[in-house]
């Protein structure tokens, strides 16, 4: 057979060291914890508590099919929600699958321009879903903030949640503002440049509809915070089930930066990364390292 293109035989690789890097992450950190013990926590979960934080995680699903049909609507495209439900979820599956974690992304895009002939929309009704999920992320971790000024007095995880609230709030302003009249009107005399900046543009201004509409905006970012908030009440449904001593207030402040440690794409579906972000961080609330890796493998 003729040799793979260089393009597929670099994905390859990336796959492979994501496949290899999450191995070696999860490898190492059971080795720095009692697996008898971690094995008797994970048998300790009734089939009652993993029936119920599975079946929060499939609501909060169904949410975000709201959430993305809310975005598609606002800019101009129609879906049927049992339609936006379907791609949603298969889309989830596509990416805990795969090595990388927007192969579920490009299947939802390719079927949205299939259906709209609109590629530039159809890119970003899943980039600005993708968007939303973050800022309903960083909303959700704003209370935890106060919350752990007074779980403890390590500042280290308080710096890092201001880190990430505020990253996401100067990189969506930012955005938002490459999308206003006065930059769009300066476009077109700034040469070479005025091709790229003119997809920013539209792009930034697509954006600009999602999240400067007072209507839309409300109802969009707060189905991505029901959303995240039914991820965090599964996870204290797991750690009640599994007689993890954990708050409302201490998941509220630790889980959304685990959740956003876990998507980035260096690793296999997040595996190893999520259970060592959950021993990291649950640890400021006092849970311990093999309880937090227990409960994430759960989650």
Known sequence: PPPAAPGRRKAR???????????????????????????????????????????LELVAILVLAVRWRMVLATLGLVMPYVTALRLSYIGLFINQVLPANVGGDVYRVWHVFRDAGQLMRALMAVALDRLVALVGLALLAVPGIFVMFHLTADRVPVLVLIAMVGSIAAGTSIFLALGSPALRRRVPGLGYLSRVLSWVTEAATLGRA??????????????????????????????QGLNISLGIGAALALVPPVILVSVMPVSYGGWGLREGAMAIFLGFAGVAPVDAISLSLLF
């Open 13 to 55: 690789l990336f796959g492979l060291a994501k496949f290899v890097l999450s191995a070696a992450l999860v490898v190492w950190l059971v080795q720095g914890v009692d697996t008898a013990a971690l094995g008797a926590r994970l048998q300790a979960a009734s089939p009652a508590t993993l029936v119920l934080a599975g079946a």
């Open 210 to 239: 999602v999240f400067l509409a007072p209507g839309p905006a409300l109802k969009v970012i707060g189905a991505s915070v029901i959303g995240h908030g039914l991820a965090v009440a599964a996870l204290l449904v797991l750690a």
